[in-house]
C-alpha cells in the first residue's frame, strides 16, 4: 500500500530516505507537529512482523523547510548520552553517542 498526498503550491522539495514505514511515520508526526507539511513516498503499510518493513521510504518536505526538518530529525533519532542526562536512570541514555541507536537517517 502506498501512501502519497500533494504538497500545496507544487514547491521544490528535498528528500530524506529512510528504512521502513514505522520510521518514516515517527518522522512524518514530528514534522506535522512542528507545522512542517511533509509527503511520505513508498511503502508505508506497517507489519507485525518485525524485519519485514526495510523497504525505503522517503520523507519529501519544501525546500524552505528542509533546514528545520533536518534538525527535528537529527534531534529526535540522535542519542542522549548519560552525562547529558540531568535526572538519570542507570537505564536511560547511551554510553557512546556515535554508536548507531536503532535509526539512520
Given at each position: 500500500?502506498?501512501?502519497?498526498?500533494?504538497?500545496?503550491?507544487k514547491?521544490?522539495?528535498?528528500i530524506?530516505?529512510?528504512?521502513?514505514?514505522?520510521?518514516?511515520?515517527?518522522?512524518?508526526e514530528?514534522?506535522?507537529?512542528?507545522?512542517?507539511?511533509?509527503?511520505?513516498?513508498?511503502?508505508?503499510?506497517?507489519?507485525?512482523?518485525?524485519?519485514?518493513?526495510?523497504?525505503?521510504?522517503?520523507?519529501?518536505?519544501?525546500?524552505?523547510?528542509?533546514?528545520?526538518?533536518?534538525?527535528?530529525?537529527?534531534?529526535?533519532?540522535?542519542?542522549?548520552?548519560?552525562?547529558?542526562?540531568?535526572?538519570?536512570?542507570?537505564?536511560?541514555?547511551?554510553?557512546?553517542?556515535?554508536?548507531?541507536?536503532?535509526?539512520?537517517?
Amino acid at each position: 500500500m502506498s501512501s502519497e498526498q500533494d504538497l500545496p503550491n507544487k514547491e521544490p522539495l528535498e528528500i530524506v530516505a529512510v528504512c521502513g514505514p514505522t520510521e518514516a511515520q515517527m518522522i512524518e508526526e514530528v514534522l506535522n507537529n512542528n507545522g512542517i507539511d511533509c509527503t511520505l513516498q513508498g511503502d508505508v503499510a506497517s507489519t507485525p512482523w518485525p524485519g519485514t518493513d526495510l523497504e525505503e521510504v522517503r520523507v519529501w518536505v519544501k525546500h524552505e523547510d528542509a533546514p528545520r526538518a533536518q534538525e527535528l530529525v537529527d534531534g529526535f533519532f540522535t542519542p542522549v548520552g548519560k552525562d547529558e542526562l540531568e535526572e538519570g536512570e542507570p537505564e536511560l541514555g547511551v554510553e557512546d553517542q556515535d554508536e548507531p541507536g536503532g535509526f539512520t537517517v
